[in-house]
């Protein structure tokens, strides 16, 4: 187990470089198995997902090289049906996205049930209800699921809810499925975006991208392409209030417009400074203001994955606000740890928490119970006064590339201990 320690209180200022995306990686690393051909992805994150993800993929046939680097090379020339150990799976969300591929490729999947952060209920039903829908035939069984199919042919799916990788599962298995395939109530987040331009690249026939209805026309075959990961706009979010805690100037780069406007929106709302200079968000000291309500939801809605770090914004804010997550039932249940540090923060019910500001907040030994929530700690550390241990750092960096050496360049007072 590795920890951080971080000594709070200093302006950060400087320049931060934004990730390639979390969430777009794995999907489009899976779809790599569509095709027999090479397929280069760049801007990739050097994050431990990745390595899990690549581990998968090799088990089943593939050759990858580059891992730990911004460029992987993935071969899927000869692909097998294979089982995915639980020991990996359960480590991996995204494990569930080799559904769809292999499918395509061989007709036959065996794996452990999908693991990844523990923040509420993330059941596999609506993975389900689409893979069925192509022709596929699923069975659960000793903590494992299966899946065959003899042929896979279009359908039209309206979706049980707007999942993001169970829209990322029925597009790439759609890709290659007989006939069209029309998802409504798709999930159209930026990370699905990207994963449907990586496809078009390769040759898919997808129409309705960014909305909530896909069309997909299966093809034959599909070819290898070099893609570039889109920039991570949590990340974006996560750095923009970093700036705005720690009383600091930030310049972020690079980002996307477009995905930010909600993000933007909500931050502007609490009195953050902020200008955007062709593909840079700069954010500069401000005082900050309570606000009414902040609700996540889904896209463009404000994004779940933001609502930690924003709990903690909030905390330095002027006044009380209430932040809603409907999705996960236990992605508040961090706010113990704040408790700790200093901050005024109750807990209505597993989804809501009213947080009143500002709190001086205080050093303290917290443990990381997910990626977003450890984050969220990392900021708080790093605006409270004293020193701070921060316990499960591999979590962390589950989803932030090189975190410490990145706020390090910040003015940052943070180490990793091993």
């Known amino acids: 187990m590795a920890k951080l320690e971080i000594t709070g209180g200093a302006k950060l200022s400087g320049q931060i470089k934004v990730a390639g995306?979390?969430?777009?990686?794995l999907p489009i690393m899976a779809a790599c198995l569509l095709t027999e051909d090479t397929c280069v992805l760049e801007n990739v994150p050097n994050i431990s997902d990745v390595a899990i993800m690549a581990k998968l993929l090799e088990i089943c046939g593939a050759k990858v090289s580059g891992v730990g680097t911004p460029k992987l090379t993935i071969n899927c020339q000869t692909v097998k049906a294979a089982d995915f150990p639980p020991l990996l799976t359960e480590k991996l969300r995204a494990s569930v996205l080799l559904l769809g591929p292999l499918l395509s490729r061989v007709g036959r999947i065996k794996m452990g049930y999908p693991g990844g952060d523990i923040i509420g209920r993330r059941p596999l039903d609506s993975h389900i209800q689409a893979i069925e829908a192509l022709g596929a035939k699923i069975e659960e069984k000793n903590n494992y699921f299966m899946a065959n199919v003899a042929k896979l042919n279009g359908a039209e799916i309206f979706l049980q809810e707007a999942s993001?990788?169970?829209?990322e599962n029925a597009v790439i298995t759609a890709s290659m499925a007989h006939g069209e395939t029309i998802i409504k109530r798709a999930a159209s987040e930026p990370h699905v975006v990207d994963l449907c331009q990586f496809l078009i690249k390769m040759g898919a026939d997808i129409s309705g991208v960014g909305t909530n209805v896909l069309k997909i026309m299966g093809v034959n075959k599909l070819f290898g392409t070099t893609h570039q990961i889109r920039p991570d706009h949590i990340e974006v979010g996560t750095f923009a209030i970093l700036a705005a805690v720690t009383t600091g100037t930030i310049e972020i780069s690079p980002i996307i417009k477009e995905d930010l406007d909600m993000i933007l929106m909500t931050l502007s709302r609490f009195g953050v400074n902020y200008k955007v200079e062709k593909e840079s968000l700069i954010v500069s000291d401000a005082k900050l203001k309570?606000?009414?309500k902040v609700v996540t939801d889904v896209w463009p809605g404000f994004p779940t994955d933001l609502i930690a770090p924003m709990i903690v914004l909030a905390t330095q804010?002027?006044?009380?606000?209430?932040l809603h997550d409907w999705?996960?039932?236990?992605r508040m249940f961090f706010v113990d740890k704040l408790l700790s540090m200093g901050a005024k923060v109750v807990i209505a019910d597993p989804h809501r928490v009213l947080v009143y500001g500002p709190s001086k907040l205080r050093g303290q030994r917290l443990d990381t119970p997910d990626i977003r929530a450890g984050i969220a700690l990392v900021i708080a550390a790093l605006a409270a006064f004293g020193k701070s241990q921060i316990d499960k750092a591999e979590l962390i960096e589950r989803g932030y590339e090189n975190i410490v050496e990145r706020l390090s360049t910040l003015g940052a007072k943070i180490k990793k201990i091993s």
């Open 21 to 25: 995306n979390k969430n777009s990686v």
């Open 164 to 167: 993001v990788t169970a829209t």
């Open 290 to 292: 309570a606000q009414e």
């Open 317 to 322: 804010g002027e006044g009380a606000t209430i």
């Open 327 to 330: 999705m996960y039932e236990s």
